[in-house]
């Protein structure tokens, strides 16, 4: 259910702000996550896992060139549904530590996502007919490739690290979106578009290598 309100929370933002600011204030989900995985008893506070998470913000600042002047109603909205994006990642490493059963989780992950949305297209929306071949490839594509099997990849793998760490690894959506558009579409890529991507590859190579070079040493942030 949590899926099903930050896809909502974000389309509502999305009515009245720019693709990049909404990505920056989507993203903010990032730093969240530390946080809430303390709350519902995770893990300890990672000082490495928190300053990588502010790095990797700093670095999606530089990717969408968002401006944060003028705060509106939308900047809300999305700003709430960073908070449930987060809190769908928390929950489903909550939930991964008392069942194993990636297959039916991700079943109803899936199910649960859509409920909310659907029924409330069902009500407010008129029905669509879908035409043409691209619409359907591109329908299929994102039904299949872009929830299904990514949908099953992340509740399989990703009780095998943590919380924060998959966040961040996430953030590589948005560099992922820019080289696949670099080279199909010969997008030309400026210098911060470069700048903010190696950012937030730093920011994982912070984490990780932090957590290498240091597995058992507590952080300064850890409660006691």
Known sequence: ????????????GL?????????????VYIALVPFLAVMFRLNRL????VFGALVCLMGLVILTGAHLQQWNLGDSWTLLS?????????????????????LLLTF????????????????YQTPLIIEGTMAWVS???CALFA???????????QPTTTAARAAIIFSLEPVFALLTDWLINHTQVTWHLWAGGLIIVASILIVELAG?????????LAPP
């Open 1 to 12: 259910m949590a899926n099903s309100l930050a896809f909502l929370t974000n389309s509502l």
């Open 15 to 27: 009515e009245t702000l720019s693709g990049a600011k909404s990505a920056f204030l989507t993203a």
């Open 46 to 49: 990672k000082a490495s896992e």
């Open 82 to 102: 960073a908070f449930f994006y987060a809190l769908s990642l928390v929950i489903l490493q909550k939930v991964s530590q008392y069942s194993q059963q990636w």
């Open 108 to 123: 109803y992950n899936i199910l649960w996502s859509a409920s909310l949305p659907l029924a409330l297209a069902i009500y």
């Open 139 to 141: 329908l299929l594509y």
């Open 147 to 157: 929830t299904v099997i990514t949908t099953l990849l992340q509740t399989r793998y």
């Open 212 to 220: 290498y070079y240091a597995p058992n040493r507590k952080s300064s």
